[in-house]
T-cell receptor, first 114, second 113 residues
Framework: DGGITQSPKYLFRKEGQNVTLSCEQNLNHDAMYWYRQDPGQGLRLIYYSQIVNDFQKGDIAEGYSVSREKKESFPLTVTSAQKNPTAFYLC?????????????FGPGTRLTVL | GNSVTQMEGPVTLSEEAFLTINCTYTATGYPSLFWYVQYPGEGLQLLLKATKADDKGSNKGFEATYRKETTSFHLEKGSVQVSDSAVYFCALSDPTNAGKSTFGDGTTLTVKP
């Protein structure tokens, strides 16, 4: 079955540590996205990538970094510079980044920084 | 910039009641409009979409019509079930902005038996 996987589902880290969230898709989609979701709020775009080896900052990129070395993978690193990293992180993909495409979401990773 | 405004929640209904969740948008281009649903602890999944004015999206008894004149995309269902309890997000995708999506804040629906 095609889809998007995110791992782990729950992640705990100490303050000051970097942490990398995994996102893999086997849908053969060109575009991939990372969102942050806080309680009672909508989704805020962190980074997006329309094609391999290229990515763009979203609305809240500070304190985060990404890479897109393979079409299937778009890992997100939450660095120690992110002031309030505890949140639910969602990865998504779409066929391309330039049209009215449906986004397909992974199950999310809940990050808690202690 | 683009924005999506959803009716504030939470919304609590009895089973078989009529549902309306309001959504209005602001966009510079001609966006596509979406409703996504999120069940507890999960990611979002597409419920329905419409890509041009006067289009009606429908799925699982839910409907929404793209109204350009009122910049709205209200979600409706004639008879809700307990299993419809979830968070509903209205979103737009702007083809003039690299297809980036803008999401509303979500509306939590609880249906009681």
């Amino acid at each position: 079955d095609g889809g998007i996987t995110q791992s782990p589902k729950y992640l705990f880290r100490k303050e000051g540590q970097n942490v990398t969230l995994s996102c893999e898709q086997n849908l053969n989609h060109d575009a991939m996205y990372w969102y942050r979701q806080d309680p009672g709020q909508g989704l805020r775009l962190i980074y997006y990538s329309q094609i391999v080896n290229d990515f763009q900052k979203g609305d809240i990129a500070e304190g985060y970094s990404v890479s897109r070395e393979k079409k299937e993978s778009f890992p997100l690193t939450v660095t120690s510079a992110q002031k309030n990293p505890t949140a639910f992180y969602l990865c998504a993909s779409s066929i391309s980044g330039g049209g009215p495409d449906t986004q397909y979401f992974g199950p999310g990773t809940r990050l808690t920084v202690l | 910039g683009n924005s999506v405004t959803q009716m504030e929640g939470p919304v609590t209904l009895s089973e078989e009641a009529f549902l309306t969740i309001n959504c209005t948008y602001t966009a510079t281009g001609y966006p596509s409009l979406f409703w996504y649903v999120q069940y507890p602890g999960e990611g979002l999944q597409l419920l329905l979409k419409a890509t041009k004015a006067d289009d009606k999206g429908s799925n699982k008894g839910f409907e929404a019509t793209y109204r350009k004149e009122t910049t709205s995309f209200h979600l409706e269902k004639g008879s809700v079930q307990v299993s419809d309890s979830a968070v509903y997000f209205c979103a737009l995708s702007d083809p003039t902005n690299a297809g980036k999506s803008t999401f509303g804040d979500g509306t939590t629906l609880t249906v009681k038996p």
